[in-house]
């Protein structure tokens, strides 16, 4: 009788212990659904500045962080601390250009007409690059081969005039935008494009171009656009 008690109660103190005991195992501390939730959540953070392809597309709007529309004194405000702006000087007949560098290098020109200096308070008309390090979404810019962008954008057709100083500038059959502008590393002493007669006599264009043939600059047309 008295082993029949000892066995009972043996046996009512192991229940309590499994129906009671709060131990804490692997699966339930470590790996339950809330801690892995929020293991696998990033940590919170502020808003995220522009990623390097961001900066150093070209496009329809603008290239880099500058926009054509933008005033010059809000792409000031907005590169504070990371370039610096040159001073504004003639660049062609046509143009005047203020150089914006980082680190000592030229990435892109501000342009505006000859006729119309740019103040803080004025809208960026015209941007432009040299710097291969922009391109276009499709991989497109300064020293890429015309060859490579005919197969991103159709047809090269290249065309200079006499009257506009004989700049060479290519147009492609389906442009990534109409207010791009495209300029070969041709001159006027060297075209790269292969001329015939011209019709007019200072207009010359042509779909034939050397192997080597390259683009020299991009530019954004803020008045087009």
């Given at each position: 009788m008295k082993s029949h008690w000892l066995l009972s109660?043996?046996?009512?103190?192991?229940?309590?212990?499994q129906t009671t005991s709060p131990t804490a195992t692997?699966?339930?501390?470590?790996?339950?659904?809330d801690t892995v939730?929020?293991?696998?959540?990033?940590?919170?953070a502020e808003t995220p500045s522009p990623s390097t392809s961001e900066t150093l597309t070209i496009s329809a709007e603008g290239i880099g962080e500058a926009r054509v529309g933008m005033t010059l004194g809000e792409l000031k405000q907005k590169l504070a601390q990371k370039a610096d702006f040159g001073e504004e000087i003639p660049l062609?007949?046509?143009f005047n250009a203020?150089?914006?560098s980082q680190n000592g290098e030229i990435q892109y020109y501000i342009l505006s007409f000859a006729s119309e200096p740019l103040t803080d308070s004025d809208p960026i008309p015209f941007l432009m690059t040299n710097n291969p390090k922009y391109l276009t979404?499709?991989?497109?810019g300064p020293s890429v081969a015309i060859a490579k962008a005919e197969k991103a954008y159709g047809k090269a057709t290249l065309n200079y005039n006499t009257d506009n100083e004989s700049r060479e500038y290519i147009q492609f059959a389906n442009p990534p935008?109409?207010?791009l502008s495209f300029r070969s590393d041709g001159s006027s002493e060297d075209f790269v494009g292969i001329y015939g007669e011209s019709t007019d006599g200072s207009y010359y264009e042509t779909t034939?171009?050397?192997?080597?043939?390259?683009?020299?600059?991009?530019?954004v047309d803020g008045v087009r656009s």
């Open positions: 109660g043996l046996l009512v103190f192991l229940a309590s212990c692997p699966s339930s501390s470590i790996l339950s659904p939730t929020m293991k696998e959540q990033p940590a919170a062609m007949v046509d203020i150089a914006v979404e499709e991989g497109i935008a109409d207010n034939e171009y050397k192997e080597d043939a390259t683009i020299e600059s991009v530019m």
